[in-house]
């Protein structure tokens, strides 16, 4: 019974793999298309400020898909996801959200919320890192 949830889960990831490829590919290709068209169409190839923010959201989103293709790949060569990948990913994706996100409109307590929960995770990286040192 265990082997058969083992091939499961190993079917399961694989196929994963496959459609988080797919994602990073197609992403990748929008990006290009995106910011193309937006130079073209701009005045002396001149961009927007809120197209260059949209690019950049769009650009981190890509990243942190190539982030969980890594921790992916850790698991399937290891056996397990090296906890760092995941607070990488998680860092990542914070910033991806503080650098798009609209000061105007946001209530400070949520920033002082993202300020902890970016605090928390750098001090989480530091310490696995300085762990995985020790090893």
């Not at 994602?23 to 701009?42: D, H, M, N």
Request: aromatic share 8%; charged share 20%.
């Amino acid at each position: 019974m265990l082997k058969l949830i083992e091939k499961i889960e190993r079917g399961v990831v694989f196929v994963l793999v496959i459609l988080l490829l797919l994602s990073v590919i197609l992403g990748t290709v929008e990006l290009g298309r995106e910011i193309l068209t937006k130079i073209i169409a701009a005045p002396r190839f001149l961009v927007d400020v809120n197209t260059l923010f949209e690019s950049f959201a769009l650009f981190l989103v890509i990243v942190v898909g190539l982030e969980l293709l890594k921790s992916i790949k850790s698991y399937l060569l290891q056996g397990s996801i090296n906890p760092s990948f995941v607070i990488e990913v998680a860092i990542i994706a914070l910033g991806n959200k503080l650098i798009t996100l609209n000061f105007k409109e946001v209530h400070p307590e949520l920033l002082t919320g993202m300020a902890w929960i970016l605090l928390g995770l750098a001090a989480t990286y530091c310490v696995l890192k300085k762990s995985n040192k020790r090893e």
